[in-house]
Structures are given as C-alpha cells and as structure tokens.
C-alpha cells in the first residue's frame, strides 16, 4: 500500500517524520512525503500547533483529506504531530473522519497500528526528505523555560536531552549517507545536558561532532540567551567545521517586556551576552527572532527595540506578531489589547528597519571570498549558501550557470560581486571540497 506522509511546521517535525518513514519503509510500504497531490491509500498528517496560523493550517489539511476520504479516494487517515499532541479529544470529536490520532511521541504505535513492527536496530536511521547533502539533527525534546507567550512546554513537556553517544552514532548515520551539513537542533540548544549530565553539555556535544569524519559544516539553531554556556563559544571559535553561526532568540529589549515575557535576563544582561558573542567568535553570524504586540508593549518599549535593531546590526533577523495561546501565562494573566493592526504596523516597519540594516551587511560582503554549498538551480543561477546561511530562511548567493558547471552538494569558492536586500550574487573561483558523489544538474 501506498502511503502519503504530509509535514507541517519545524524542521523539527521534520525528523520525525523522516524516522517514521524509515519505520514503514522497513514494513513494506511505499511512502511519498509532501507530494503536491497526495493519492495514496493512506494518509498521515505530521501537524503543528505552535501558534494560530500554524494551527490553521494543520486543520485545513486535516479536512482537506478527510473530504478525500469521504469520497472515497483515501482509505485510512492518521494525525500525529504537536496539535494533536495537545488536542487529542477535541480533533476526536469535530473530525471523526480521522481513523486514529497520535501524540508527538508515538512513533512506535503508529508503525503498530499500520500492521508493521517498530525496529529498535534503526532507531537512528532515517530517511532524508532534505536535500541529500544537508540534515536536521535534534538533540533534545521539550523545554524548561516559562517563557509568558509560548504553549511549546505544554506540548512537548520538559526538557530531555538525548545522550551523547547516541547523537555521536546518528551523525556518523548521516555522514554514511552523503550528508556534510548537520544543522543541530533544540528547543533551547544552550539548555542541552543539564537534566540529563546535571550540568550543561553543548560545548562537549559540539566538540565531539565536529570530530566525526566527513562532518564540512555543523550549524547551531536555537540558543537561549539567559545562563548562556559561554564555553559553547570557544567550541565554535576553535572549529573549524562549526559554522560562525548562532540562531539566538532575544525576543525583546525593553526591561518591561522582558519582565513580562519572563525570559530571565534583562537589557544590560543581552547587550553584555552579544558583546561576548562577537568578541569570542570574531565575524560571526548572529541571527535572531524578535516580537512585536505583546500585551503590555507600550510605544515606548516598541521604540526601545527599533534602536536596539539599529543599532547592534544583527547579521540575520526575524521578527512576527504576538499570538495568544491558550494556557500559557500571557493568556491566563494578560489582555490581548493591543489591536491587530497596531501589530502588524510595528511588525512592518521593525522589518523596513532590518531591510536597511541588511542592506548594508549586505554591501560588505562585495568583494569577500566565500565558500559555499550549491543547493539547487533556479532558472539561470545556481542556488548557493555560506557557512552565514542556514537553508530556506536566510540569505542565498546566487551565481551564474553560465560561467561554469557546478554540482550540487559540493562547496566553492565564491567572489561576492552584488546584492540586493535579501540575496548576494557571486561568481565561482574555485572547487573547495573534495570528491563527492552527488550528481550534477
């Protein structure tokens, strides 16, 4: 039988989608992941239930092949994932279409319940639904933190970090596979080890997969800033292979909002941690994840943090709406005042503040020599990235397919020759890496 697999959300998610084909692929089945028409026998939707929009859209999917099935084209329709981890009895009920729904966790029961057997020997197998030369690895489940917005710790629970040498064997997994590129992955990254070692662990973790062999780059997503681990600094800084890279959400920098998003460290405390970034890992790449329309959020605070923008000139940077979710503290303790629009206009000219900046990051790296992966080609360019550049929500170097053959999964040496806001272009100097085997285009 044939069997459709959709992904929705983080790159999270994702994993778990590519174990859990692993497990059926194992069983016999033959299964499509996020085909632009499913039509298979059966269908599994991996959903996300971080914020409203997220959620919509998991639901929409969800009555999209539930009508299939109404009508006959679909057979069976399982719901795993983080919304209905978290809203299990409701979707029951409004959406008796759906055969079974799964929490985030319940892999296992899922190949159970498709007639197959869940092999404890590929555990760490999985099969990429990424480019073959780059792979999301996650290292832990849940998150600690209380932060006032965020329903995550509800979903996923508590913190729990993977052991190391499990980690160290699912790498060496991905290496045998062709990948280079490990883009390393938590919830809170700079949490790793403590519930598991009683003290933090990311640096030895980071040391250690920067040693297995055939490892080019090695990305880290999703730092917390509050106890921040400095020593994860030195481990970027004196390895080679770890990109000068850090995705840190700040979320805010007025003292009041920090207060009220309860986030553990104040103003002094961020500008001091960013000051320690870029003096222990010279040119790195800082990106990070602010809010806007928080309850509470006052024009002055808004306009605290357009001058921060301005001015500590982060690399890369993202930035979204307040959204009230049910059972966090905001929700219990705070109105939802702030109008929409009022939210989406801060939103647009914290981003038109971003624009400027990147416009100008951008101009400075005319000239530079950059080594870099090709991804794929887009009519006459070949899509590429820097170690500055983690996949699908940063920047992209985009040189000519006319100047020479390139292939994809293999890294070059790049001249910066132009820019735009949100793009470099570049031409090929020269072959970086070794030989390979990934196919040209």
């Not at 969800?62 to 409701?90: D, P």
């Not at 306009?303 to 049910?326: H, I, P, Q």
């Not at 705070?334 to 206009?345: G, L």
């Not at 000239?367 to 009519?379: L, N, S, T």
Request: aromatic letters at 10%.
């Amino acid at each position: 039988m044939v069997i459709d697999l959709i992904t929705l959300g983080c790159s999270k998610n994702l994993v778990d989608s590519e174990m859990l084909i692993r497990q059926l692929v194992e069983a016999g089945y033959d299964v499509y992941h996020d085909r632009e028409k499913p039509n298979g026998d059966i269908a599994i939707i991996n959903t996300c239930g971080f914020i409203g929009d997220a959620k919509e859209q998991s639901i929409n999917t969800i009555l999209e092949q539930a009508e299939r099935k109404t009508n006959g084209k679909l057979k069976e329709l399982y719901v795993m994932g983080c919304l209905s981890e978290r809203y299990k009895k409701e979707l029951k009920k409004e959406i008796p279409e759906v055969d079974k729904f799964y929490g985030k966790f319940d892999i296992k029961s899922i190949v159970r319940d498709l007639g197959g057997r869940y092999k404890n020997s590929i555990r760490l197998e999985r099969c990429l639904t990424t480019p073959k030369h780059y792979a999301y690895l996650k290292i832990a489940e849940g998150c600690n933190r209380t932060c006032s917005y965020c329903a995550i710790p509800l979903i996923t629970g508590a913190y729990k970090s993977r052991p190391i040498e499990d980690i160290e064997k699912e790498v060496e997994c991905l290496v045998s596979q062709g990948v280079k590129e490990i883009q390393v992955m938590a919830q809170d990254l700079t949490y790793y080890g403590r519930d598991l070692y009683g003290e933090p662990k990311i640096a030895e973790l980071v040391n250690r997969l920067a040693k297995v062999k055939g490892v080019k780059w090695l990305r880290l997503h999703y730092a917390y800033p509050t106890q921040f681990p400095y020593d994860l600094l030195d481990a970027i800084r004196d390895n080679a292979n770890v990109c000068k890279y850090l995705d840190i959400a700040l979320q805010h920098i007025s003292d009041n909002m920090l207060r009220k998003m309860r986030r553990g460290i104040d103003k002094a405390g961020t500008l001091k941690l960013i000051d320690e970034i870029r003096r222990r890992v010279p040119g790195i790449c800082l990106r990070t994840t602010l809010m806007v329309g928080h309850p509470g959020e006052t024009d002055e605070d808004f306009n605290e943090l357009c001058d921060f923008v301005r001015e500590v000139r982060f690399e890369r940077m993202g930035a979204f709406k307040y959204s009230e979710e049910e059972g966090t503290y905001a929700a219990l303790n705070y109105e939802d005042s702030i109008p929409d629009e009022v939210k989406q206009e801060r939103l647009d000219k914290l981003m038109a503040i971003q624009q400027q900046v990147q416009l100008s990051v951008n101009e400075a790296y005319v000239g530079r020599e950059m080594q870099v992966v090709v991804d794929r080609i887009e009519g006459d360019y070949y899509v590429t990235r820097s170690e500055y550049d983690s996949p699908d929500v940063d920047l992209e170097i985009l040189v000519p397919t006319s100047e020479r053959k390139l292939r994809r999964g293999c890294f070059y040496n790049v001249k910066i020759t132009d820019y735009e806001d949100f793009d470099l272009y570049g031409e090929a100097i020269s072959r970086h890496f070794e030989r390979d085997h990934f196919p040209s285009f």
